[in-house]
């Protein structure tokens, strides 16, 4: 619209500039007075027309400085938002390394802690065996055989049976060590 | 587009007014001499203009280019708002 009105009146100002000198004549006094009217409303036309198209020029620099603006805080808030969707994935992701860095500070943990229960049976049972040997050892110093050791130790008379078999076993096994 | 439109504008106004004085001019002989010092006046501020161009741009803080082309098209206006009326019927 404000275009359509910029061009008329341009093209009014034109004619108004350049018809009446061709058309009216100077020798007449009417027309020369006419022609001096033309003219003046033809510099009227051309004034307002370039005001309007000064307006309408600076109104379109500050819609293409507006939309420049909008574009350039879409590009930041775009590029923000990426920045945080990536920190936010860096900081799980560095969760997730403790995490599994502590699930491995457990195991290991628990690694170290049935290590030492093992150690703990291992010495048990030594001293066990020890224990039975220095009883063993007090009994032969008192001049009991093995029978009668095998007897009062694991309560288990001689014979064929399993039980005295296994006892005999342990009994040779503590002094073999010894 | 529409920039170009308010620069023939310019260029418009310049002849107009040029052509309104030349009207003018011929109304009256008295008329006819203040024009001619006016026309004598703008032929000599011109020439200023060109001669003294990087003062006067510093001033005006616009580009040279752009200055030469105003007094450019301000001479040819003011040229041929005056042919225009010289060569009336």
Not at chain 1, 4 to 19: F, Y
Not at chain 2, 3 to 21: E, P, Q, R, V
Not at chain 2, 36 to 44: E, V, Y
């Amino acid at each position: 619209m404000s275009l359509l009105k910029v061009s008329i009146l341009s093209l009014s100002g034109l004619t108004l500039w350049l018809a009446p000198p061709f058309i009216f004549s100077r020798k007449i006094p009417l027309h020369n007075f006419l022609q001096g009217v033309t003219l003046a409303s033809g510099f009227a036309c051309c004034f307002e027309a370039r005001r309007c198209a000064l307006g309408h020029a600076k109104a379109e620099e500050f819609e293409a400085l507006k939309e420049a603006a909008i574009n350039a805080d879409a590009v930041d808030e775009i590029s923000t938002s990426v920045y945080v969707s990536e920190q936010q994935r860096r900081n799980e992701a560095e969760l997730l390394i403790a995490s599994t860095s502590d699930r491995e500070l457990l195991e290991r943990a628990l690694a170290l802690s049935s290590e030492e229960d093992e150690t703990e049976n291992v010495q048990l049972a030594e001293n066990a065996d020890s224990e039975l040997q220095e009883r063993i050892l007090q009994l032969q110093a008192r001049g009991y055989g093995k029978a009668k050791i095998i007897l009062e130790i694991w309560g288990v008379s001689k014979g064929g049976s399993p039980k005295y078999k296994a006892a005999e076993a342990e009994y040779k096994r503590v002094l073999g060590e010894a | 587009m529409i920039k170009a439109i308010a620069l023939g504008n310019n260029f418009l106004l310049t002849a107009i007014a040029s052509s309104f004085l030349c009207w003018l001019a011929s109304l009256h002989h008295s008329l006819l001499l203040f024009v001619q010092a006016l026309f004598a006046l703008k032929l000599i501020v011109s020439a200023s203009a060109w001669l003294l161009d990087d003062a006067i741009i510093a001033i005006l803080k616009i580009d040279l280019l752009q200055f030469r082309f105003r007094l450019i098209a301000a001479t040819i206006g003011a040229l041929v708002g005056a042919g225009v009326m010289l060569c009336r019927s």
